[in-house]
Structures are given as C-alpha cells and as structure tokens.
C-alpha cells in the first residue's frame, strides 16, 4: 500500500512539474528565455541527469551484486548435493543412473519446485535426472559441482535458481529512488530560483529606475547595488542619466516645446492673415477671428506658465518649507473644485503632517483632481484620500475611468495630453511629480483601471 502511494504520488508530483516547465518553456518562445530559466534549465538538467543515472548505476550495482551472490549459492549448493550423491555411489557401490532414478522416484508425484531446479548430468553431459526449473526459465541463474569417485569425474549436479525475488526487491526500491531525483529536481530548481534571483533582481530594479528616467523622473536615485559587476553597472547607467540632463535633454525640451507651440503660433498667423485680407470689414468674421487669436493667446500662457512652474521647481527646488497638514490642503483643494461645479469628496485621517512648501503642494493636489475631473464620469465623484503610516503620508485621487493604453506609460512626461483641444498642456501630471520629487517624495498612477483610475503622491511624514 505505502508503495502504491509513494509512485503515485511521485508520478503526480511528476507530471505536475513537468507541466510546470512545459509552460515556462512556451511562454519563452514568445517571451524569450529569462535569466532564472536559463539557470533552471542548467541545473535541473545537471541534477536530473545525475540523480537518473544515479539512480540507474544504484539498481544495475545491486541486480549484479545480489545475481552474483545467488549465482555463489547456487554453486555452494551443488558442490553439497555433488558431495552427498558422490559419498552415496561410493558407499553402497550404485552408479548415476540409480541416482538418477531414486529422485526421479522421490519427486514423482510432486509439483516441481518454483523456485529451484536440480539436474544430474553424465560426464557427456547427458541428462540423468532433471526436475523443477532448468538454465532455459527466465529470470534464473545457475551453479554446478563435479561428482568425483574416488578421483573420478562420474557425473555433474547442476542447481538453477529464481532471481524474480531479487527483482522484486528492486522494483520495490525504484519508487524510493524516483521520490529522491524527484527531491533531487526540486532542490535544484530552488537553487535555480534562488540563484537566477540573486542575479535577475539587481538587473530588474536597475530596469525599472532607467525606465523611471525615460519617462522624465530626472532626480531618481539608482537603486543600491551589490555586487562589483552591478555596482559597475548602476554606475554607468545613472552616469547617462546625468549625461541625459545636459544638451541631449534641452533639445529634445526644445523640440516639444516648439512642436507645442506650433498649432497656437499658427492659429494666431491664420487668423491674423484673414483679417488683414478684409475680415476686418465683416464684424462679425471679424470678431470669430479675434476669438481664435484669443484662445491660441490663452492657450499658449497657460503652457509657459506650467513651464515657468516646472523649471522653478526642478532648478530650485522647495525653498520655503514649513510643516503643514497634507489634509487640510487636500480638503481646501476639494473646495474650490466644488465652487466651479465638480463634486470632490475627501476622506483624511489623522497625522498627515508633512514638511514642505504649502503653495506647491497645493498645486500638485489641483492638478490631480483636475486631472480626474477632466477624464472620470461626471456623474461619479472624485475622492481624495490622505492616509498615513509607516513614516509616510499618501495622497491618493481616485475617479471613475480608464487610462488610455496609447498614453498609460507616458502619463508623467512633458506634453503627453488627450485634451489639447479643451486647453490641457501636457503638463499637469509632470508638475505633480516635479513638486513630489522636489519633496523627496514620488507620483505614481496606481490603478488605470477599469473601473477605477487612482493617482497616488507619497510624502515623508513631518
């Protein structure tokens, strides 16, 4: 019974983790092969192949060893009958065939043995007597002994023994050795994982600060690094973040500012050229074209202005920090959006002090819940949370809606907007994470739902 459970339970466990690697496998095809596979693959093949032949060498060592010792007792057994049947011809002066017809006699009547076969063979090697297993069954091993008369070769006893108990023993132990490669596998997949985590990990965390650079967190520190080669290699990549600050960047600043400006610039030319054309005599083209020169006008102070603010508070950072409450800025900022018709609920709770400049923090909290005014239902409101804990203090704006998948890696960057035709710049949400950073915290979007999307800033507590 116990050996019934352990194979099928090895067979389970086997097939379950053959099928784990089987998936792992397929989703590389697609994927590509990650570091830890690579060194599953290595290792459990290293230790499976090991452990199989192990295992194989085991069995094959111990079918030698026990066929050699029934072969030795076999022969120990016939060199005894050979010594008896030899004293019994000398005594009482008979020959083989007598022998031979006294066990026949004997085994007359009687089912042959299963287990054991014995013959006497003349010196030609005829068969005098024969009687339960022969040389032919399978599965048996043999032994045979001289029968010697006074120093002559009168005959040969031959005793064939069954191994099938020895094979038994063996099959019984095969399970045993299967539960230990299937122990053997596992281990090395846990070192595997271990190992391939030792060394994919630093590698994904250094991944995840370069992406964090290029989507505009200009002052992230690289994560801490062990070990020569990533130290070496936090090293270089925050050494190109900072190349990324200089000339590289203020081109690429330039060309998205020039390609912001382009559509305001030209509604302004357009309309401009309309009314010197003879607009102006029509009051009421006229007043059309003034409108739109209007609107590029507003349109493009309010994106230098967003700008002004950014680069002040990325070149100087908090300069008037006091301690105030996260929650009192978070419920004055859900006033106001309240007196211009939106429904903003805040729900705080208590300790959410933090150090910094009121002013900007205040501005950072605007731009999220204008942000989720803007995109979420109207119908549903906009709830802010403050939470505290940890040492930290959260703020959390939550709306009903879905981030757009064209935009959900870009959110944070300068210009990225899906409403430049009511006014937006681009620049809310990279001013929200400009004022985090400058008060060592962070902006994150948490959820892009649906159904929910959540924007999230983190402050040290005060």
Request: contains cysteine.
């Amino acid at each position: 019974m116990i050996r019934v459970f352990i194979t099928g339970g090895s067979a389970i466990a086997l097939i379950f983790f053959v099928a784990f690697i089987a998936s792992r496998l397929m989703r590389a095809r697609s994927q590509g092969t990650s570091i830890r596979m690579q060194f599953f693959l290595a290792l459990a093949s290293t230790v499976g192949a090991f452990a199989l032949g192990l295992g194989l060498l085991v069995l094959d060592r111990l079918e030698a060893r026990t066929t050699l010792i029934t072969e030795g007792a076999a022969a120990e057994e016939a060199q005894a009958i050979a010594a008896f049947v030899g004293s019994e011809i000398d005594v009482r002066g008979t020959g083989l065939e007598d022998v031979g017809r006294k066990y026949a006699a004997a085994h007359t009547g009687r089912p042959d043995p299963k287990e054991r076969g014995l013959a006497l063979l003349d010196p030609s090697g005829g068969v005098v007597f024969a009687g339960g297993l022969s040389p032919a069954s399978p599965s048996t091993v043999f032994g045979t002994a001289p029968i010697m008369v006074r120093g002559q070769l009168v005959g040969t006893v031959r005793v064939v023994k069954q191994t099938i108990v020895i094979r038994r023993a063996l099959e019984d132990m095969a399970p045993f050795i299967l539960v230990v490669s299937i122990v053997l596998g596992v281990t090395a997949a846990l070192s595997a994982d271990f190992i391939g985590r030792s060394i994919a990990r630093p590698l994904e965390v250094l991944t995840e600060f370069a992406v964090r650079v290029s989507e505009g967190e200009r002052r992230a520190v690289p994560p801490p690094a062990h070990g020569r080669e990533v130290q070496s290699l936090s090293k270089a990549i925050d050494s190109m973040r900072r190349q990324l600050e200089g000339r590289p960047f203020v081109e690429t600043f330039a060309a998205d500012l020039s390609h912001e400006l382009k559509n305001p610039v030209a509604a302004i030319r357009a309309s401009a050229e309309v009314l010197a054309d003879g607009a102006l005599d029509e009051p009421e083209e006229a007043a059309r074209f003034v409108g739109r020169i209007q609107e590029a006008t507003t349109r493009i102070e309010a994106l230098l202005g967003d700008l002004l603010s950014l680069a002040r508070i990325e070149a100087r950072g908090v300069e008037d920090a006091a301690v105030i409450d996260a929650g009192d800025l978070a419920q004055q900022s859900a006033l106001r959006a309240n007196d211009r018709g939106g429904n903003v609920t805040v729900v705080r709770s208590a300790g959410t002090a933090v150090r910094g400049d009121a002013v900007w923090l205040a501005r950072a909290i605007d731009n999220l819940v204008d942000n989720a005014r803007t995109h979420g239902v109207d119908s549903e409101p906009v709830r802010v949370e403050v939470r505290s804990g940890d040492g930290q203090v959260t703020i959390t704006v939550k709306n009903h809606g879905q981030v757009g998948r064209h935009v959900e890696k870009r959110l944070f960057r300068r210009f990225v907007t899906t409403r430049a035709d009511r006014g937006g710049t681009g620049l809310g949400l990279a001013i929200v994470r400009a004022i985090a950073e400058a008060h060592s915290g962070s902006a994150e979007c948490t959820a892009k739902g649906p159904p929910d999307v959540e924007f999230r800033i983190t402050l040290p507590s005060a």
